[in-house]
């Protein structure tokens, strides 16, 4: 996997925010804070854009409630599911034909991903 510049790291801090309020099921903060931190995880170029919509996505589909979405299977997956489809999307983003657009979608659902195994671990141990 590539090295990622400051701006992308930046972004992927507030896609992990956003990401535990969805797994918490708080759907209003978390598009609040979608609203605010919008410029800084779109930037100005297509990794942003992909990164945003998967973002996008991932609110979507957990107000729509439809457990069919890649989202809510993720939430309702075990920590060794979550760990499997990890591994999938990094297979994924080391495709040679992987373009700027697309490597944002995903590292954006990395970061979902790496959230809600956090989450996971941190349940666990209470």
């Known amino acids: 996997m590539p090295k990622l510049s400051r701006s992308k ?3 992927l801090k507030h896609v992990s925010t956003l990401a535990r309020y969805c797994y ?3 759907y209003s903060a978390a598009e609040k804070l979608l609203q605010e931190v919008e410029e800084d995880i779109k ?3 297509l990794w942003g854009s992909g990164c945003y919509l998967a973002v996008k996505g991932m609110i979507t589909a957990g107000r729509e409630g439809n457990p069919v979405t890649f989202f809510w299977k993720c939430k309702d997956s075990s920590s060794k599911e979550l760990a499997s489809i990890r591994k999938y999307i990094i297979e994924d983003l080391s495709r040679d034909n992987v ?3 697309e490597e944002g979608f995903l590292y954006g ?3 979902i991903i790496d959230s809600f195994i956090d989450i996971h671990k941190s349940l666990s141990r209470r």
């Open 43 to 45: 930037g100005k170029n």
């Open 109 to 111: 659902w990395l970061t």
């Open 24 to 26: 918490f099921e708080n």
């Open 99 to 101: 373009d700027e657009f």
């Open 9 to 11: 790291r930046k972004a």
